[in-house]
T-cell receptor
């Protein structure tokens, strides 16, 4: 059974600081997705990572995938308040199912 | 272009009642899925469909039925509601079977079962 674990589960960080969210998964997969969810809202797709070594960047967020280590990271550079949200990673299983991590709730304060 | 729509937005049920959560997309997407989101547990896949007439179970299918008679619609039926089904339900769709297909999520349905 595939397990997807994120850490930390909760992250409170100061504006301007850098931090990394980790996503570990328990079975072989080379397809990983990152989503953002604002409170009371739906999920928004951030990144799609489709191969070992894939790196994608959008603004202050950068995601990477290491399929050998079964690890993806979401790096936040110089955090701003607008990044406050819950971030989910999800792993593709057999090309027809997505298994989600428990999410990382990020709060950025002044 | 409305994307993925879900109705109702909120629903309160009594234990034992049945109901159908509606999901529709206007993007001609083949792949559709239903998730439930509970506090501290992320999203869990209930059922999914890779095309009209084809459905399959996800992680937590018990107590739910689905059908896919058209490409556009993917309703989720609760057969006999239980308090454990209190959750937020999200429908999602993507152009093709994964990999690489970005999933678009609906706004969600908040369900409370008393």
């Amino acid at each position: 059974e595939l397990k997807v674990e994120q850490n930390p589960l909760f992250l409170s960080m100061q504006e301007g600081k850098n931090y990394t969210i980790y996503c570990n998964y328990s079975t072989t997969s080379d397809r990983l997705y990152w989503y953002r969810q604002d409170p009371g809202k739906s999920l928004e797709s951030l990144f799609v990572l489709l191969s070992n070594g894939a790196v994608k960047q959008e603004g202050r967020l950068m995601a990477s995938l290491d399929t050998k280590a079964r690890l993806s990271t979401l790096h936040i550079t110089a955090a701003v308040h607008d990044l406050s949200a819950t971030y989910f990673c999800a792993v593709d299983v057999n090309t027809d199912k997505l298994i989600f991590g428990t999410g990382t709730r990020l709060q950025v304060f002044p | 272009n409305a994307g993925v729509t879900q109705t109702p937005k909120f629903q309160v049920l009594k234990t034992g009642q049945s109901m159908t959560l509606q999901c529709a997309q206007d993007m001609n997407h083949e792949y559709m899925s239903w998730y439930r989101q509970d506090p501290g547990m992320g999203l869990r896949l209930i059922h999914y469909s890779v095309g009209a007439g084809i459905t399959d179970q996800g992680e937590v299918p018990n107590g739910y039925n689905v059908s896919r008679s058209t490409t556009e619609d993917f309703p989720l039926r609760l057969l006999s509601a239980a308090p454990s089904q209190t959750s937020v339900y999200f429908c999602a769709s993507s152009y093709s079977i994964l990999p690489g297909g970005t999933q678009y999520f609906g706004p969600g349905t908040r369900l409370l079962v008393l």
